[in-house]
């Protein structure tokens, strides 16, 4: 248990689906991320929100929302995904201190779209 | 661009052997480096961090070692055992208010045989 859940552990859609990812930490932090991994790729930052903010965006398409309604809940929308968006979906929680800190993982959910 | 990168893929040791897992960074400006440890069907554990003002840190059978002069970064576990099998990357961040914007290499899977 790292102190960020994540669920589902798994999901399977349909490019013209809708479905939500969910995120929580307990760990009291007041950052949190989205970090897209795939095969063979390194870890993609995607999204990160500091007090509930959002704060980065990393060229994401539109196609993938996120909403932070408080500190300790993060949530990543989809809509009409492709299937090269099939990829490990990671969420993880920082205490920011603005000077580099590490980062508290969840176990993330498996995509994958069809 | 900047990066992050690996020498080594995969690396097999034998029980009770000592594992050295490598990385190469090029981005001068970065002032933090952490690894972690990837297993399967799980997200990224914490491992150990260092900061540019240090050249070793130690934890719990692992030792951190940071070479600026060179830009490397290395990862050494002592007397690896099974259970440290598992994918290890190697991340920096490039210092300032980075909200942990942590820029992550491909990984080496690190394969131990009883």
């Known amino acids: 248990e790292t102190g960020v859940t994540q669920t589902p552990r798994h999901l399977v859609m349909g490019m013209t689906n809708k479905k939500s990812l969910k995120c929580e930490q307990h760990?009291?932090?007041?950052?949190m991320y989205w970090y897209k991994q795939s095969a063979k790729k390194p870890l993609e930052l995607m999204f990160v929100y500091s007090l509930e903010e959002r704060v980065e965006n990393n060229s994401v398409p539109s196609r993938f929302s996120p909403e932070c309604p408080n500190s300790s809940h993060l949530f990543l929308h989809l809509h009409t995904l492709q299937p090269e968006d099939s990829a490990l979906y990671l969420c993880a929680s920082s205490q920011a201190q603005g000077a580099g800190e590490k980062l508290f993982f969840g176990s993330g959910t498996q995509l994958s779209v069809l | 661009g900047e990066s992050v990168g690996l020498h080594l893929p995969t690396l097999s040791v034998q029980e009770g052997d000592n594992s050295i897992i490598n990385c190469a960074y090029s981005n001068s400006a970065s002032d933090y480096f952490i690894w972690y440890k990837q297993e399967s069907g799980k997200g990224p554990q914490f491992i150990i961090d260092i900061r540019s003002n240090m050249d070793k840190r130690q934890g719990q059978r692992v030792t951190v070692l940071l070479n600026k002069t060179v830009k490397h970064l290395s990862l050494q576990i002592a007397a690896t055992q099974p259970g440290d099998s598992a994918v290890y990357f190697c991340?920096?961040?490039?210092?300032?208010?980075?909200?942990?914007?942590?820029?992550f290499g491909q990984g080496t899977i690190l394969t131990v045989h009883p």
């Open positions: 760990l009291g932090h007041n950052a």
């Open positions: 991340a920096e961040n490039a210092g300032g208010t980075s909200y942990g914007k942590l820029t």
